[in-house]
């Protein structure tokens, strides 16, 4: 999520490291499915794996998260005495607004997007899960986002601001 580019922020996260996912056995199978296959390993996904690893690990990785669970908490905590929402948490570089509703998926989309942010809302639940490397400002284009998809709930009331 770097920004700067006019584009979406995605916080879903990186790229897979497995493969496809065996179909279910039969019911009438008397064999166990054997999972080596499965679980071989691809030298490509492994070698990107163990340089991102190495990159995280000699970054200061604890800090930015430290840092991001900071402003989701400061960002996010107004958001506790709405009527829309039943519970705010933060844990780590986690966020996450649970409505008394289910998220309007179609309308929180649009909402974000104004905001310049793609976020995967599902069920009740509005949440981030940025990079280790995002920006406080766009970290806060995030937040706001999310903020504005609560105020935009039928069920939100005056929120001390």
């Known amino acids: ?38 679980f071989m390993a691809n030298p490509l996904a492994c070698s990107v794996a163990l340089a991102s690893t190495r990159l995280l690990l000699g970054s200061p990785w604890r800090a930015r998260v430290e840092r991001i669970e900071r402003q989701l908490e400061r960002e996010l905590a107004r958001l506790r005495g709405s009527p829309a929402v039943r519970d705010v948490r933060v844990l780590g570089a986690i966020g996450v607004v649970e409505l008394e509703e289910p998220v309007d998926v179609e309308a929180s989309q649009a909402i974000l997007a104004e905001h310049g942010v793609w976020l995967r809302p599902f069920g009740r639940l509005l949440y981030t899960m940025p990079p280790f490397v995002i920006s406080e400002a766009d970290l806060g284009k995030v937040t706001a986002g999310m903020r504005a998809v609560v105020e935009a709930s039928p069920l939100h009331g005056s929120i001390s601001r």
């Open 1 to 38: 999520g770097g920004g700067g580019g006019g584009g979406a922020l995605s916080t879903d996260g990186g790229h897979g490291s497995g493969g496809p996912a065996p179909a279910p056995a039969p019911a009438s199978a008397t064999v166990p499915l054997m999972h080596g296959p499965t």
